[in-house]
């Protein structure tokens, strides 16, 4: 499978790293208001990964997270060569919904072009194989949604080989499934129930 090179034109203010340091920001301003127990993060997309590599730093600062259709746990790059015409049709059209949406006077904003979402979903998946380990470092329940619309249920083109990925990790074939770290093979228990 060909490895794809991270994108170099990314503007530091769409960097993962950049999103990454935005939701420590954030976290530390809940810590200090001292509330009574750890929140629970919920990421969708590009935020499951972002409260999967919170909560891998910072174990004790999270009691729960709930991960939507994101922080795939494979341990391979999610898209590869044959998957970018797809994803950049994906985006583009995303994009162009929401310019139109605009247009008529919605309030969203488009702060990112389809490039600039391919770009950074290519800098997310350079450390794709490593999120394993991110997960094995959590110390708490995760719940895990995957829609079918991201993998769908042919037995043609890529649907197959995502559908299986899923699988080979969580051992389910459910598009829901709830886990807790210790499913990704961590040393320690999380002491608290799953389900």
């Known amino acids: 499978m060909a490895s794809l ?5 990314i503007p530091s203010r769409h960097s993962f790293e950049a999103f990454l340091s ?6 530390a301003e809940l810590r200090r208001l001292d509330l009574p127990e750890a929140p629970v993060l919920v990421g969708y997309s590009l935020g499951a990964d972002l409260a999967v590599h919170y909560a891998s730093e910072r174990p004790d600062a999270v009691a729960e997270l709930v991960l939507i259709d994101g922080a795939n746990p494979v341990a391979e790059p999610f898209i590869t060569e044959a998957d970018l015409p797809g994803f950049r049709a994906m985006w583009e059209e995303q994009v162009a919904r929401q310019e139109a949406e605009r247009a008529k006077g919605s309030a969203r904003q488009v702060l990112l072009t389809a490039q600039d979402i391919l770009d950074l ?3 997310l998946d350079v450390p794709r194989p490593a999120i394993l380990d991110q997960y094995r470092k959590i110390d708490c329940p995760i719940s895990m949604i995957v829609s079918t619309a991201i993998a769908g249920d042919s037995t043609e083109g890529r649907a197959p080989r995502y559908n299986q990925l899923w699988r080979d ?3 389910s074939s459910s598009p829901t499934h709830r886990t807790s ?9 999380s002491g608290k129930p799953t389900s």
């Open 5 to 9: 090179q991270p994108p170099t034109g």
């Open 22 to 27: 935005d939701v420590f920001a954030v976290m």
């Open 121 to 123: 979903n290519l800098e």
């Open 169 to 171: 990790v969580t051992g």
């Open 181 to 189: 770290p210790r499913s990704f093979g961590s040393a320690r228990p």
